[in-house]
């Protein structure tokens, strides 16, 4: 299994970058509400199946929505295929981690029987998102709806996804690039409440020792579970403690020295992120409205207008 690697995230600093414009697009809730209004119980009965069946898929399935905004706008661009002419997002080293895909592949697939040609994937995926959410016991909110899908997705530019060894000032600027405020890099940061990275992703802060800010017990068991010489291409660690259950112990892990990236640590070592990290860690419910919005306000990042309604995800029309 591949892994993210340090290098391409550093090449992003040499880059230029992408700039995903931000778009107040028409979108609204009752979008399908005469057109497919079964789309969101047919999403809601296949991710709940599939999450059952392997408790893995609801931190994958949020990770896929913030990575497909990410780059190119939730436009669906990460759910493409690489072709003999083109190698697409899902093939970018930040991906190659990105798992079940088939699970929106087939809420699609039911959701074309239902109502042909009507609900578009990117729309499938920010209700994914919503709902793994809402299942791991996370808030609940209303998804606006009436995404196109795009019809270019390029694994190079993945690179400007944020890497894990940012600092606070890179986080925040390449948030704001897409229109998200330092609160919303805060609390979106939160959703790695769910979930579980491979040690290529933190090895280096762990092993070089120069990071003051790990709790040495934490930094232990992680130098534990991923040795310098890591033989183990599938090793790595739990976000959280309660990885399967969304809550506010992110935060709580965050002030304790126990955050997994370092980019997750960076948000308790600046000011301008600190006070909002202990605000979180203080109040569930405070942390749960704001993840709703900020979900809501990703949703938005660079929705485009004259895209297309793919048939299939992880096929362009
Ligand atoms: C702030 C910048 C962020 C960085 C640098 C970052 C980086 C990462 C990395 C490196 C992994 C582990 C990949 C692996 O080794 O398998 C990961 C996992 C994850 N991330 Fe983030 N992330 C960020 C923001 C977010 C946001 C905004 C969300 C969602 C709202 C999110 C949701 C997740 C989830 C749920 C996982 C676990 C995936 C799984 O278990 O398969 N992340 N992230």
């Given at each position: 299994m591949a892994v993210i690697s340090i290098s391409p995230f550093a090449a992003a600093f040499v880059l230029v970058l992408t700039v995903v414009p931000f778009t107040e697009a028409a979108l609204s809730a009752d979008y399908y509400h005469q057109t497919c209004p079964q789309a969101e119980t047919i999403i809601y009965q296949t991710v709940r199946n599939a999450s059952i069946y392997d408790p893995k898929v609801p931190a994958r399935l949020l990770r896929m929505f913030f990575h497909d905004c990410f780059i190119r706008g939730c436009d669906a661009s990460l759910l493409l295929d690489s072709t003999t002419k083109n190698k697409a997002e899902?093939?970018?080293?930040?991906?190659?981690?990105?798992?079940?895909?088939?699970?929106?592949?087939?809420?699609?697939?039911?959701?074309?029987?239902?109502?042909?040609?009507?609900?578009?994937?990117?729309?499938?995926?920010?209700i994914a998102a919503r709902d793994v959410v809402a299942m791991s016991q996370g808030p609940w909110w209303p998804v606006l709806k009436g995404r196109k899908d795009g019809r270019v997705s390029k694994a190079n530019e993945t690179i400007n996804l944020p890497s894990p060894f940012s600092n606070a000032t890179t986080l925040i600027q390449s948030f704001a690039k897409r229109g998200l405020d330092v609160k919303d890099l805060v609390t979106l940061s939160g959703g790695h409440t769910l979930g579980f990275s491979h040690c290529s992703s933190f090895s280096a802060r762990i092993h070089n020792a120069s990071d003051p800010s790990i709790n040495s017990e934490f930094a232990m068991n992680l130098k534990k579970k991923c040795p310098l010489k890591n033989k183990d291409?599938?090793?790595?660690?739990?976000?959280?403690?309660?990885?399967?259950?969304?809550?506010?112990?992110?935060?709580?892990?965050?002030?304790?020295?126990?955050?997994?990236?370092?980019?997750?640590?960076?948000?308790?070592?600046?000011?301008?992120?600190?006070?909002?990290?202990?605000?979180?860690?203080?109040?569930?419910?405070?942390?749960?409205?704001?993840?709703?919005?900020?979900?809501?306000?990703?949703?938005?990042?660079?929705?485009?207008?004259?895209?297309?309604?793919?048939?299939?995800?992880?096929?362009?029309?």
């Amino acid at each position: 299994m591949a892994v993210i690697s340090i290098s391409p995230f550093a090449a992003a600093f040499v880059l230029v970058l992408t700039v995903v414009p931000f778009t107040e697009a028409a979108l609204s809730a009752d979008y399908y509400h005469q057109t497919c209004p079964q789309a969101e119980t047919i999403i809601y009965q296949t991710v709940r199946n599939a999450s059952i069946y392997d408790p893995k898929v609801p931190a994958r399935l949020l990770r896929m929505f913030f990575h497909d905004c990410f780059i190119r706008g939730c436009d669906a661009s990460l759910l493409l295929d690489s072709t003999t002419k083109n190698k697409a997002e899902k093939d970018g080293p930040p991906n190659i981690s990105v798992r079940s895909f088939y699970v929106i592949d087939d809420a699609k697939t039911k959701i074309e029987k239902a109502c042909p040609h009507t609900v578009s994937c990117a729309d499938v995926l920010a209700i994914a998102a919503r709902d793994v959410v809402a299942m791991s016991q996370g808030p609940w909110w209303p998804v606006l709806k009436g995404r196109k899908d795009g019809r270019v997705s390029k694994a190079n530019e993945t690179i400007n996804l944020p890497s894990p060894f940012s600092n606070a000032t890179t986080l925040i600027q390449s948030f704001a690039k897409r229109g998200l405020d330092v609160k919303d890099l805060v609390t979106l940061s939160g959703g790695h409440t769910l979930g579980f990275s491979h040690c290529s992703s933190f090895s280096a802060r762990i092993h070089n020792a120069s990071d003051p800010s790990i709790n040495s017990e934490f930094a232990m068991n992680l130098k534990k579970k991923c040795p310098l010489k890591n033989k183990d291409r599938n090793a790595g660690e739990f976000l959280d403690s309660t990885s399967s259950k969304f809550d506010n112990d992110y935060y709580k892990n965050i002030i304790a020295g126990k955050g997994v990236f370092g980019s997750d640590q960076a948000l308790y070592k600046d000011t301008r992120t600190k006070s909002i990290v202990d605000s979180f860690a203080k109040d569930e419910k405070l942390f749960f409205k704001e993840f709703a919005a900020s979900m809501v306000k990703l949703g938005n990042v660079g929705v485009i207008e004259d895209g297309e309604i793919r048939v299939k995800c992880s096929v362009v029309n």
